[in-house]
């Protein structure tokens, strides 16, 4: 059977992105972001790929991602990004060896309920101007208190988020990156502060650990610097096929709501992907896809299960040919802005309908 869409995940451009990222923060240890699916490129593939290209921790958003990562026997430090929401989860999370992130009071009152001998592994989230998760930078000596009054939690260190990084006019990240250095002065424990953004945009971002997602999937995460500028290699390919190529007139209109009109006669190309799969509905006409290395654009709306293609550019193409959605050439972050939106969500929309297809070193499945 031939998949209709498939997502090609390169795991060696995962492992080359990640030395990448060491190269541009050599002296930062690697919190690799594998949540959400690996950002929807699959996330016990990823994680294994970035184990073993040494990856220091890896970090998922809750404890159901790191359950399905232990469960695959990646035994890397796996940090919960979100950390714990019942007693249950806390002693779970203890018991697989987790790094739990504590953001709030009611956190610490949930870790206490824990056996005083437990071996807890913890990192302070501090709200250093995000203001969505974290502690108030004032709460830093009550917090170093909390750690003397118990021996047996092991503090891996103290971070915090950045609102800005992706914005190199904003001076938002400097006066984050000051408040919770200044807040730290002189306080024992590891830092991390830059996601991708921040650690290639603002070296003093570039802590003890840097938590890198998208730049590890090959992805540029600045509006002015491209992935390729910066030696990323996407690490996904989305493909469909031509299931339909028809020659309509000037003045027809294609698909729902007669969006596309014709402006000549021309070749219209049928594609077996739609919104089903994850290519949202808010896509606009003009919107690049790759049909024989040629850019060609969108002509009409999404629908559930098709998408339809102004062919001029190609008008040789045939039904059988592969469509490139994004991947190598067509960048997915330069796609995501004709739907407004970004790479972030257009890897985590794909659907279960998508087929999955794991390339590892050399290229081999
Ligand atoms: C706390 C935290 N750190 C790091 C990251 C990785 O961010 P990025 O994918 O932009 O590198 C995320 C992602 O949202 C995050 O929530």
Redesign the pocket.
């Known amino acids: 059977m031939i998949p209709r869409v498939t997502a090609t995940v390169d795991l060696s451009a995962v492992q080359h992105n990640l030395q990448v990222v060491r190269t541009l923060a050599p002296r930062s240890r690697v919190m690799a972001?594998v949540?959400a699916a690996a950002?929807g490129h699959g996330a016990v593939p990823v994680a294994r790929a970035l184990e073993a290209a040494g990856v220091d921790a890896l970090?998922v958003a809750c404890l159901e991602e790191a359950m399905e990562l232990r469960q695959a026997h990646v035994q890397a430090p796996i940090a919960l990004?979100e950390g714990v929401i019942s007693s249950e989860e806390a002693a779970l999370a203890v018991y697989e060896r987790l790094q739990v992130v504590v953001h709030d009071h009611w956190q610490l009152a949930l870790l206490d309920e824990l056996p005083e001998s437990s071996r807890l592994s913890l990192w302070f989230k501090l709200d250093s101007g995000m203001h969505r998760l974290g502690f108030p930078l004032s709460d830093v000596p009550q917090l170093q208190r909390v750690l003397r009054e118990r021996p047996n939690w092991k503090l891996c260190g103290w971070?915090t988020?950045l609102a800005c990084a992706d914005e190199p006019g904003s001076d938002f990240t400097a006066q984050q990156i000051g408040a919770f250095d200044a807040a730290l002065q002189g306080v024992p424990g590891a830092r991390s502060i830059g996601?991708?953004?921040g650690l290639i945009a603002w070296p003093q971002a570039r802590a003890d650990w840097v938590?890198?997602?998208?730049?590890l999937y090959g992805c540029s995460?600045l509006p002015d610097r491209s992935a390729q500028s910066l030696g990323l290699r996407p690490a996904m390919k989305l493909e469909s096929r031509l299931i339909a190529v028809r020659w309509f007139e000037a003045g027809e209109s294609i698909g729902y709501g007669r969006r596309y009109r014709c402006p000549a006669r021309m070749p219209i190309g049928v594609v077996a992907v739609g919104y089903a799969d994850g290519i949202h509905r808010a896509f606009a006409d003009g919107t690049p896809v790759l049909v024989q290395g040629q850019r060609v654009p969108f002509a009409g709306r999404v629908s559930m299960d098709m998408i339809t293609l102004d062919l001029r550019a190609v008008p040789q193409a045939q039904v059988g040919d592969t469509v490139q959605l994004w991947g190598p050439g067509l960048p997915a972050e330069e796609v995501a802005a004709h739907a407004d939106t970004i790479a972030?969500e257009l890897f985590c929309g794909l659907t279960q309908r998508v087929h999955f297809r794991h390339l590892h070193a050399a290229g081999e499945d």
């Open positions: 972001a949540k950002y970090a990004l971070l988020h996601n991708s953004a938590r890198p997602g998208l730049a995460p972030y």
